[in-house]
């Protein structure tokens, strides 16, 4: 019974202490997409209102919208518009943002 209720205690302890780092990354890709300009072809929370020329971000995987500001950063994937607005992002930025448009 004991173990059971250290069991049950840890593991509340995580999923609460889990979710605030969560709430804190989205809180963080907000400030950056809203300060690095993303906004201004992106859209408003990133939803696009000229999707034929800019694709709509919200709602899309938070892994896979870290992994192509990532590429882009890179130039993995190239596009004249996007490869320079991600020049300095980091890893964990880009996981940011990725956590805020998929809350989106
Ligand atoms: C000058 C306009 C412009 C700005 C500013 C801009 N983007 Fe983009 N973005 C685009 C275009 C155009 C594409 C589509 C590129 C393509 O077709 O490969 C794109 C694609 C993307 C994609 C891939 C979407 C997909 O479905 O694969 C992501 C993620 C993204 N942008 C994130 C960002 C972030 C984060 C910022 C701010 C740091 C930003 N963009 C700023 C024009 C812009």
Redesign the pocket.
């Given at each position: 019974m004991k173990t059971l209720y250290t069991f049950l205690v840890a593991s509340s302890l995580w999923v609460s202490c889990h979710s605030a780092v969560f709430a804190q990354d989205i809180a963080a890709g907000e400030t950056?997409?809203n300060s690095?300009?993303?906004?201004?072809?992106?859209g408003p929370k990133?939803q696009s209102a000229n999707e034929a020329?800019?694709?709509?971000?919200a709602g899309?995987e938070a892994s896979?919208?870290?992994d192509?500001?990532k590429a882009?950063r890179d130039y993995e994937?190239?596009?004249p518009?996007?490869n320079p607005?991600?020049q300095g992002?980091s890893d964990e930025q880009?996981a940011q943002?990725?956590a805020y448009?998929a809350a989106q």
């Open positions: 950056l997409f690095k300009g993303c906004i201004g072809c992106h990133g020329s800019f694709p709509t971000l899309k896979y919208i870290a192509q500001i882009f994937r190239e596009n518009m996007m607005m991600v992002i880009a943002i990725g448009l």
